[in-house]
Structures are given as C-alpha cells and as structure tokens.
C-alpha cells in the first residue's frame, strides 16, 4: 500500500542537489565560452576566495536548520580577524585563541538570550551585529587603525599551502565533513533538524530545545571568528571596514544550497555548493570584464529570488505528492 | 491486575489555572501498574491538561504528583520521559520534514563506531518496529508525505519503544481506522500483561468498553466519578460526562442519533449538486466516480490510503490531478483551483485541520467568520451584528467553551478547535459541502449536535459528502455510502444496505480478492 510518487522524490533531489546541479551547469557553460575560466588557477582561486564564506556559512547552515537566523556573522568575522592580528604579537597561540574565545562568547551569549528569553533571533544577532561593529570602531578609531600581523607561523596559517591551494581551503573541507557527519550522524544534528522542523513538537519528543539553541549560536560565532582569524592571516593584517553586508552574502549561499530559511530542512553538501556557485558567478561576470562587480549582485540577487520561489514550488509538490 | 498493588502514578489534589480559566480543580487520580485507565470528559474538561501536569508540560498551581511512591516534579519533558512515562499527545506531534525513521528513533538513535548514529541500522530498525505496527512504507520518506493515520502509528510506536512504566495516550484512535484501532488494542494489552499502567483519552465509548479496566469523569476540572469501567451503564457514563440527570440523557436520544433513511430521490431530470468523473490520480486515485445530489448526505468508506481524503481534495482542486473532471450543477469545474471550487459554492473542512485550517493565533469570532466573511459583507464593509449572531449560535449549539469569543484558538482544548473549524465551514452555507472527519475529537454531546446540524442543511437541499473512519457515524449520518479500495470505488450501498456489516463486507471482499 506504498505510495511512492516520482514526482516528489525529484522534487526532494531537485530541492537538495540544486545548486549541486547548476553549478556544475554554470561551470561548463563557463569552460566552453572562457578560454580563462577552466584553468587550474581560477579555479584555485575560487576555491580559495569562498573558504572564508564557507567556514561561516557552515555555522549558519545550523542556524538556519534549526529555525534561526544569526546577522552578528559579517562583524564577528571582522572583530575575529582584528583580534587575531592583535594577539600575534603575543604568538601563534593567543593569535587563535584569543579570537576564538571572543567570538564564542557573542555567540553564546546570543544563543543564551535567544533560548532562555525567546527573543527573536532577528532582533538579538541584530544587536550582536550593530554592537560587535561599534566596539570595532572604537577600538580601531573609527577603522584608522590597522593591526598588521606580527607572527610568521600565523601569517603561513592564511598563506602557505599544499598542491595550490591554501591551508583554509583545507581546513573548510575539513569542517565541512566534520558539520555533515555531525548534522546527519549525532543526536545533536537529529535535535537541530527536530527543532527547526516542528519547535513544540520537539520539546514534547524530550528534545533539549534551548541546549540545542545556544550550541547553535555558539557554533556559528565560533565558525565566523574562525574565518576572520584565516582571512587575517591571509592578509597579514586585521581590516576592521571589511565584511559589510557580508551576512546577507552568507544566508543567500545557504539558502541557495536548498536549506530552507523557514527551518528544518537542508544540509552542508548544498551549502558549499552555494558558496561555490556564487563565487562561480562572481568569477564568470569578471571573466566577462567590461561589468561591474556591483552587477555581480544583481545576478546573485536575481538568482537567490528563483531559488525562493522554485522552493515553494518544490515545497508544495513534495506535500501534495 | 491486582487492586492491591501500590499505585504508580498518583495525582492529589492538582490544581491549575490558565487566565480566565480553572482547567483543573483539585483532580486526585490514582493509576495503577496493569491497569488500563479510561479518562473521560466533555471537550475542555482539562483531560489533556491533567496529561500535560503528568509529564512536565505544565506546573501545577497547587497540589501534588507521587510518582514510585515519591513526590515529583518533574521540569521537562524530557525529564518525565526519562524517568519512564512515555506519552502521545492529542496533536500528533512529531517533526513533518524529518523522515519516518528519524522521526521514531529521535533520542535514542542506534550508534555504531565513534558515537555516530549507524544509519543502516536505525532505518532496518525504524522498518521493523513499523512492520510489528502493521506499517509497511519507506522509512526514509519524510513524514508529512504520508497521511495522519500512519503518522499516528508512527507516534504510537514512538512512544510505546521507549522503555516505559506509564503510556499516557490522548486521544490515539482519532484517526486511525478500525483495523489500525485493532492494532493499537493488542498493544494495549500486552503493555497491559508487562505490568504497564495505561492511561488512555478517547471521546468513542465503544473503545472505552473494550479496553480499559477502571474510568475517572472530569467534568469542568473537577473529577466527576472514578471507579471500575464494567458496572458503568453507556449512559449513565454519558450523563456523568455532561452532568446531567441520567433521565435526561435517556429521554433526549442524545447518543442515537437516529432518522429516516432519504430514499434515493426521483433523480430524472435533476441534476446532481456535483459530479466527479474519472479522478485519477498516479498511485492514489484510479478514476474515482462520485455523485451527490441536493439534499443527499453520501458517505465515502474505506480503509486508510484507499484514497477518500484524495477524493474530496480532488473535487475542491487541493489535489492536482492527472485525469478526471468535477462538474457543479451541470457546469465544469476548472480543475486544480480551489478558488474555482469556492466560488462555484463547493468547500473541504480538511482532514489535517492543523495543518490546513485553524489559524491559532486569531480569535474563536475571528476563526468561525473567516470564511463566511464575503457572505456577511456588503461593498467590502463587514456586518459585525451578523457575524456576532453567526459566531454566537454556533458558540452555543456546538458548545464551545472559551472564556470568550475573542479567546484565541490556540489556547482552547484540542476538540474545541475543532468545533470551531466545523464553525466555519458550517457558517459559510456552499452549495455542497464535503466533510473530512467532521467529529474527530469532538465529544459525545456535541458529535449528536454535529449531526443534526448536518442533517439540517441537507434537508435545506445542501449537498454533503462525508468522509469518516467511524463507521457508526457514516451508518447513521449518510443516505447512501460509497465503498473506496486503493483509489477505486468497489461498491454502493442505499437504503437498507446501509449497515456497518455490510460496509465491512464491501471493503473485505473486494480485499480477498486483489490478495489472492
Ligand atoms: N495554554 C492555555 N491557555 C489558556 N487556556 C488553556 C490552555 N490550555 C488549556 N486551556 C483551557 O483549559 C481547559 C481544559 O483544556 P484541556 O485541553 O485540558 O481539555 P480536554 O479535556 O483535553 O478537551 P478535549 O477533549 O477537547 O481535548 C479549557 O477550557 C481550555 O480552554
Ligand atoms: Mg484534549
């Protein structure tokens, strides 16, 4: 008495594999009508460039699954990487510790408020967001300060590398499958799923609701510190007018690898293949070369809206089905 | 069972209060290991209420739970869950998005190397436990796919795999149908011979009689009657939930809804109110026929998954369809349009009214005017005298208790939002009417009320398709019953024919033979 109806299960595929599928698309368009654009260098330095995006984007995938939304990432990426820049002059250790314990903090006490108050997400990161900025700014008066990194070892952190590629295109691919097996494979993933699926329902299943919240915030200033810290190495210094906007760069990708902004579904596979595919986007309107990159947004934004919408019309054809 | 051993489970005295309302005033209950314990009340008594004190949903405001001979409180969930009182709420309540497997096996998921769930076997362990449940379907599909029955079991087998002292089920059989109700009473009993304590909420007598060994009565919050099941005349039992004298009930016919059969009607000439031919629709519906003539109460029967709910979506255009066309009053439907379908005065009160009718947030006036708004409005400009007549004789007839019509729906008991979504579609007056599931979760006084109501508008020339897994209420609500098997119809039964037996015969017959 089985019903197992096609046209949901290509529906499910098209809504997790997606991205998968137009990237690999956008990609041989792109190698077919650029000379440039399928060598091993562009390639590379794509990869490259989105490892910052992807290592913040992993967090946010959590966030978004579990029913949240976390805007603090854009200046906790900057106020990760000015702190990094910072503590180098104490040594490699405190360049990565320090940081790390900053951001987690926010994002703990993000997830604190969120949970234990239920206050809404939006309004809570949004303040983590405007106060992370202004405590920036203050301490770098008004961005005029630059901390220059002053620890060799950490500077090859950003810069050295293997096979062409640097070490944070590693280190996200190491995060990477270490976010899936514990989304897909641990309780912790089960209760983030449950969470962002039904919150009620899962409080009475006995899932910890508010512990699997303030984990998620955590992660997700951690995973944005992180990034800072590697970009700041990358740079050999610690910008602090960097990373505007760039929370709205990182909820498209997720939300382009099929992770429903409403919670409850999606998954990492999908969010690497949106950071890739935006930073396939970004490349191919350069390739191209008398355009802007301002209209690389135009693109990503017209993208992210047929996304949306082919969302809702796979949505809805995986209910009836 | 043995009535000397120490109760299990204890509440003395509990007491709570929401603003406006005293759901529970001094209830004491005690539950015995072995007993399957029935707890019976109108809607809004506080049964659920009393549940949600059980495991750790609500503080009591006074009072307290001994629970192993000890006092407890427990603070979560979780926490009543550990300590081994397992329970299925009134709404199903598990994760839609999340897949069957997933969705049984949360919190307690087999792990295999390094921690780390061992999908394989959580999927031949999710299929297993389902198979002992009489479900056989892809565990890996996501939940809401499937429909509410299945996902009732799913809860059923949830709650009864977790290692547990004391099952509490609210409500479980509402939408289940006979065989999967059968089901669920062998699991019943043999948690009952484990020495398993049972509580178990169901507004459908005949359920109580059969399993439950001791009975207590809430009425407005307070414990009416507890004692042994067996020596409770039906009707005394109803008249204790209603308070009312047993007299009363007897007299008022209030369980047996009894009336003349329509005969089919002269049917030459006349058009029906809606005809459906041919819904087809892959794996669900084979080229469905149905017809309902004004005035005619047609009762759709069948098994789970033999496509009625599919029926009446496809009629109302929720169901996109592959083949097959619905004509109104001699004109054709657009197909797969239920703006077209309520336009043409053709409305669903759906099967999942949470997911697809109430709005919890808005008030009981608001919820009950919603649809009829467009009736009630002249030039865009809404009648508030009429809506508050509308809203008030349906508050009334139904009686739905909310401390006011502008309580929101949310914090009504489970079968008062019911009542107020049956409201609503009632109020709106359409030409044809299906109904999907009318009384699930409605009490017995008000189940005669629906009724009548019902009964009522098809005597002013309504049309009305019924759908119900309660096969009383289709004997005795339906003028004429059509049989569905695997999205087929395999039989029609009219006058005479009208009986549970021969329902039961139609849905078995047809059943041996696409078996063997
Ligand atoms: N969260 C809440 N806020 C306000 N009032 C509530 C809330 N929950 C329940 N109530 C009220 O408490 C009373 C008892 O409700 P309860 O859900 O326990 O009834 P019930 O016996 O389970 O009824 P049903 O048979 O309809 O499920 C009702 O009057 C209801 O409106
Ligand atoms: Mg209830």
Not at chain 2, 403 to 410: E, G, K, L, T
Request: net charge neutral.
């Amino acid at each position: 008495m089985t019903r197992s109806p096609g046209r949901e299960q290509v529906s499910r595929v098209l809504q997790q594999h997606g991205a998968l599928m137009v990237l690999a698309a956008l990609a041989i368009v792109g190698s077919i009508a650029f000379d440039s654009f399928a060598t091993a260098g562009n390639a590379a330095s794509i990869v490259v460039s989105s490892s910052f995006t992807a290592i913040i984007a992993i967090g946010m995938t959590f966030v978004i699954i579990s029913g949240g939304i976390d805007l603090s990432v854009g200046s906790l990426f900057v106020f990760g990487g000015v702190l990094a820049a910072y503590g180098s002059q104490y040594g490699l250790f405190v360049a990565l510790a320090l940081p790390l314990a900053a951001c987690g903090l926010v994002g703990l006490l993000q997830g604190l408020l969120i949970a234990r108050t239920g206050m809404a997400p939006f309004i809570v990161t949004l303040a983590g967001m405007l106060g992370v900025r202004g405590l920036m700014l203050a301490i770098s008066d008004e961005g005029a300060t630059t901390y220059l990194v002053k620890d060799s070892a950490f500077a090859r952190l950003g810069q050295g590398g293997l096979l062409g590629l640097t070490w944070p295109v590693y280190i996200t691919a190491l995060l990477a499958v270490a976010a899936m097996v514990l989304l897909q494979r641990t309780a912790f993933g089960q209760n983030v799923y449950a969470v962002g699926g039904n919150e009620p329902g899962a409080a009475l299943m006995g899932v910890p609701v508010a512990r699997t919240k303030v984990y998620v915030y955590l992660m997700s200033g951690l995973l944005a510190g992180l990034a800072g810290v590697l970009n700041a190495a990358r740079l050999s210094s610690g910008v602090t007018i960097l990373g505007i906007g760039l929370e709205l760069d990182v909820i498209a990708a997720v939300v382009i690898g099929g992770t429903l902004l409403t919670g409850g579904a999606g998954g990492i596979t999908g969010t690497i293949a949106g950071v890739l595919l935006l930073g396939v986007i970004q490349s191919l309107i350069n390739q191209v070369g008398n355009l802007t990159s301002a209209f690389q947004q135009v693109v990503s934004g017209l993208f992210l809206a047929l996304v949306v919408v082919a969302q809702r019309l796979l949505g809805r054809a995986q209910r009836l089905g | 069972m043995s009535q000397s051993a120490a109760p299990v489970l204890e509440a003395r005295q509990i007491s709570k209060r929401f603003p406006g309302v005293v759901a529970l005033d001094g209830v004491s209950l005690a539950l015995l290991p072995g007993e399957v314990h029935a707890l019976v009340g109108e809607n809004g008594a506080g049964k659920s209420t009393l549940i949600k004190v059980f495991t750790g949903v609500h503080r009591p405001d006074g009072g307290e739970l001994i629970y192993n001979g000890s006092p407890t409180a427990f603070g979560t969930p979780l926490d009543a869950q550990r300590a081994g009182i397992s329970t299925i709420y009134q709404e199903v309540n598990l994760v839609p998005m999340m897949s069957v497997a997933r969705n049984l096996m949360l919190g307690r998921e087999p792990r295999g190397r390094l921690g780390v769930i061992d999908t394989a076997r959580m999927y031949g362990e999710a299929e297993r436990i389902l198979a002992g449940y009489g479900v056989v379907t892809d565990v890996r599909r996501p939940l809401r796919t499937l429909g509410m029955g299945v996902q009732q079991m799913v809860a059923l087998a949830r709650a009864v795999a977790i290692d547990a002292r004391v099952v509490i089920m609210d409500e479980p059989t509402s939408s289940l149908e006979p065989r999967e109700v059968e089901t669920l009473f062998s699991v019943i009993r043999k948690l009952k011979d484990d020495g398993i304590a049972v509580v178990y909420v169901s507004h459908r007598l005949d359920e109580l009689y059969e399993v439950c060994d001791r009975v207590t009565v809430l009425r407005d919050g307070r414990v009416a009657h507890t004692g042994p099941l067996a020596e409770l005349e039906r009707l005394k039992l109803i008249a204790l939930m209603l308070g009312r004298d047993l007299d009363e009930v007897r007299t008022g016919g209030l369980t047996r809804f009894s009336r003349d059969r329509r005969q089919a009607r002269d049917r030459d000439g006349a058009q029906p109110a809606v005809r459906a031919e041919g819904l087809t629709r892959r794996q669900v519906l084979r080229g469905v026929d149905v017809s309902v003539w004004p005035g005619e109460v047609v009762g759709l029967g069948g098994l789970l998954g033999a496509g009625r709910s599919e029926t009446a979506k496809g009629i109302v255009g929720a169901l996109p369809l592959d083949a097959g066309r619905v004509v109104v009053a001699g004109r054709p439907l657009r197909t797969g349009s239920t703006t077209a379908a309520i336009r043409a005065g053709v409305s669903l009160l759906p099967e999942d009214r949470k997911a697809e009718g109430i709005i919890p947030a808005l008030s009981v006036r608001e919820n009950i005017a919603l649809a009829a708004l467009p009736s009630l409005s002249r030039a865009g400009v809404v009648s508030d005298a009429k809506i508050d007549k509308i809203v008030d004789v349906f508050m009334r007839r139904l009686r739905i208790k909310a401390a006011s019509p502008d309580q929101p729906v949310q914090e009504l008991s489970g079968g008062n939002q019911q009542k107020v979504l049956l409201a609503r579609w009632l109020a709106i007056r359409p030409k044809i009417l299906l109904l999907d599931e009318p009384t699930r979760g409605i009490d017995v006084g008000a189940k005669a009320e629906v009724q009548a109501l019902v009964d009522e508008l098809a005597e002013e020339g309504l049309g009305v398709l019924l759908i119900s897994s309660d096969l009383e209420e289709l004997v005795e609500g339906a003028d004429r019953i059509l049989v569905l098997r695997e999205g087929e119809v395999v039989g029609e039964l009219s006058g005479d024919d009208v009986t549970e037996d021969k329902i039961m015969a139609s849905i078995a017959e047809r059943g041996a033979e696409s078996d063997g």
